[in-house]
């Protein structure tokens, strides 16, 4: 398995976000505490009370949708950066970004392409987003054939790991300890309850002999579902509604 080679670069954005970086064998950790895969219940609804806060500041709105957006999708860090959305309707075939919710992914791991598409209770909070992104977009003076990044003209994996250290600052300590690549898991969490497990791993981009993608679903459909925990995934789903 090819691993990504963090840069100099990289390494100072998530120092100044709180990470640190334990021996090559241990589990990366931040404030000093092992990462979980996924949010429970009580983080889940403390980041979002922390992004409803924030979104009433016109600053946070890009930084806080980048956050609902990798939640409500599960796609990969590197995949969202290449999303880019279309200034005039007419043209959303053409975009990563299609208003009806399905998100076409073009040369995502293993240089494979496939469609994701959002959770049913991301859509409104999308759309909106869209349609303000076309607003602003027209009013600085794009083109109205134009296909433009989601998040931004500067938007960069490191960019992105800049805004959510600056989103889990203003989180309670508790969610702190979460890195962005787990709200990929908690979305496949939140899907392995809603859709096969064969339809969940097309939908997120895992191969299709991927031993560990089976282990860890269906071992979050055991404790989720049969573990009297299945109210998890209502308060999490509630926060978006």
């Given at each position: 398995m090819q691993t990504m080679r963090l840069t100099d670069d990289m390494v100072s954005v998530l120092v100044q976000a709180g990470y640190s970086f334990p021996g090559k064998k241990s589990k990366p950790k931040i404030n000093n505490v092992t990462l979980d895969s996924r949010f429970t219940d009580g983080e889940l609804v403390e980041l979002y009370q922390t992004l409803d806060r924030l979104e009433q500041d016109p600053k946070w709105v890009l930084r806080c949708m980048l956050?609902?957006?990798?939640?409500?999708?599960?796609?990969?860090?590197?995949?969202?950066?290449?999303?880019?959305?279309?200034?005039?309707?007419?043209?959303?075939?053409?975009?990563?970004?299609?208003?009806?919710?399905?998100?076409?992914?073009?040369?995502?791991?293993?240089?494979?392409?496939?469609?994701?598409?959002?959770?049913?209770?991301?859509?409104?909070?999308?759309?909106?987003?869209?349609?303000?992104?076309?607003?602003?977009?027209?009013?600085?003076?794009?083109?109205?054939?134009?296909?433009?990044?989601?998040?931004?003209?500067?938007?960069?994996?490191?960019?992105?790991?800049?805004w959510w250290g600056q989103v889990l600052n203003e989180c309670p300590d508790t969610v702190r300890r979460l890195r962005f690549h787990d709200l990929r898991h908690t979305w496949g969490s939140w899907e392995a309850l809603r859709v096969p497990l064969s339809t969940l791993k097309g939908l997120g981009g895992w191969s299709k002999s991927s031993d560990t993608f089976e282990s860890r679903y269906n071992g979050v459909i055991a404790e989720l579902a049969y573990g009297g925990q299945i109210k998890w995934r209502k308060v999490a789903l509630g926060r978006f509604v």
């Open positions: 956050v609902r957006f990798a939640l409500g999708t599960g796609l990969r860090e590197s995949e969202i950066t290449r999303v880019r959305f279309s200034v005039s309707p007419e043209n959303d075939k053409e975009a990563e970004a299609h208003y009806n919710g399905v998100i076409t992914v073009r040369n995502g791991k293993g240089g494979k392409s496939r469609d994701a598409c959002c959770i049913p209770e991301l859509l409104p909070h999308y759309q909106a987003f869209i349609d303000e992104q076309r607003v602003r977009a027209i009013k600085d003076g794009a083109a109205l054939d134009g296909i433009l990044p989601l998040f931004g003209k500067q938007y960069e994996r490191t960019t992105m790991w800049r």
